[in-house]
């Protein structure tokens, strides 16, 4: 094995001529340099410098290995040099994936404020919806997966970092004119009889398990994974719904009226990534950045 501290003593003894000259160079002592070549002619099984009177000439196995060795330390060099930068956050890349609720109020400000504190740091989004966005932070798609989960299933992620953003409580959507439109709250078993809008699949499948909860199975005629569509088409008197909180701020709920469902459903946003990425400087940093936005 080459190492880089003998090809540094190898060239300054080349361009010097001499083991002492090299060592004021290298700024160490000349038996070290000495120990060195020892070194690195062990290391590649043969005789690298030939000592006539009072200066060195490289063998042909020396001159080879020091026309080699500029362009090895200047590799090194560079990639010392970019590593620094990305563990001091002066570059570096991070892929997120966000669900679209959270890519329109989460993301934002937290991209924002990343780049305003570390403007190297270069951020890719894509959407998806987990189980695929946490399908592909496993498969090395992505650093980051913003994701969300109804209830507590421990085992589901177990093998990633969980970083908890916030709680997010699903909202009933109504018509403006609809009977219950004043109500402050509603029970999900008053919306028995209405037809429903569902969400994305995930949502759709919590939302049959809470009415079945109330003893009764929602007729949904309508399924879209677009939050703006499910405003319209409650707006336009065609249904029921319910909407997370977070997904009610990323829309403009026209035509609609917001009333609390009894009993409470509420899901929990996270921000996911690996045990080896999350100590990756640019990661935790938009990780942070993601705890801060979901905190105000």
């Not at 088409?233 to 469902?261: D, F, H, N, Q």
Request: negative net charge.
């Amino acid at each position: 094995m080459i190492e880089a501290r003998h090809l540094r003593v190898l060239r300054a003894v080349s361009t010097t001529g001499s083991f002492s000259a090299a060592a004021r160079e290298l700024g160490c002592t000349q038996p070290a340099v000495s120990q060195q070549m020892k070194a690195l002619e062990a290391s590649v099984g043969t005789t690298l410098l030939i000592r006539t009177g009072r200066e060195m000439r490289l063998t042909q196995a020396g001159e080879a290995l020091v026309r080699h060795a500029s362009g090895i330390l200047a590799g090194l060099t560079a990639a010392e040099e970019e590593v620094a930068a990305i563990a001091g956050l002066r570059a570096g890349r991070v892929r997120l994936v966000s669900f679209p609720s959270g890519s329109s109020t989460l993301v934002p400000g937290a991209l924002a404020a990343l780049r305003e504190a570390h403007p190297g740091t270069r951020v890719s989004l894509v959407e998806a919806e987990p189980p695929r966005s946490v399908e592909m932070l496993r498969e090395g798609d992505c650093d980051i997966a913003l994701a969300f989960r109804y209830g507590s299933c421990g085992a589901e992620w177990e093998d990633l970092v969980v970083r908890p953003l916030l709680t997010d409580r699903l909202i009933g959507l109504v018509p403006e004119g609809h009977r219950l439109a004043g109500a402050d709250a509603v029970g999900i078993a008053e919306l028995a009889d209405e037809s429903w809008i569902a969400g994305c699949p995930r949502c759709r499948g919590q939302l049959v398990e809470v009415c079945e909860g109330a003893g009764f199975t929602p007729r949904i005629d309508f399924a879209t994974d677009d939050y703006p569509a499910v405003v319209g088409l409650v707006g336009a008197g065609l249904g029921v719904a319910v909407l997370p909180e977070l997904a009610i701020e990323s829309v403009r709920p026209k035509g609609v009226r917001t009333v609390m469902v009894e009993p409470a459903v509420r899901r929990e946003i996270v921000a996911l990534t690996l045990p080896d990425l999350a100590q990756v400087p640019a990661v935790a940093a938009t990780l942070d950045r993601l705890s801060l936005a979901a905190a105000r």
